[in-house]
């Protein structure tokens, strides 16, 4: 006797692996649109981490990130040889150094983000019409739901 497939199995699998690749390529079309720099992947992290949760000490950021704080500490040196952060000694305890963005760094990251909405803004509004439009806003529904599960 053979195994029964079921479709909904088969469709949920070819949808998983489309939404993967699609995910991947908006990606990088995102950051050839807006790059806030030639920063690596754990650099663009730490920025992220900072503007998102606010000043921060390296041990803190290699906690938060996974990783030691010997690699922390090189991955900041190059965000701030760049200008990007900037140390301060902590009020609590002058050993420690706490880091936050430069004004540069929020500046050109927030005109980063505005040329990549900006892109899409203009990719959605030369290339779907008014139906399309509501199906994409369906999908983006959709999308955060599975994003917040």
Known sequence: MSEHVDPGSAQVAAAAAELRVLIGKLRRRMRETGSPG???????????????????????????????????????????????????????????TILSLTDEAREQ???GRAAREDWLFRSINAHLDAEELDQL????????????S
Do not use: H, I, Y
């Open 38 to 96: 030639d920063f690596t992947p754990s650099q663009v992290a730490v920025l992220l981490r900072l503007e998102r949760e606010g000043p921060a000490s390296v041990t803190d950021l290699a906690n938060a990130e996974g990783v030691r704080p010997q690699s922390m500490g090189a991955t900041v040196s190059v965000l701030d040889s760049a200008g990007w952060v900037r140390g301060t000694a902590d009020p609590r305890d002058g050993r420690r």
């Open 109 to 111: 990251m927030a005109a």
């Open 137 to 148: 806003e369906v999908g983006l529904k959709l999308l955060r739901r599975l994003a917040d």
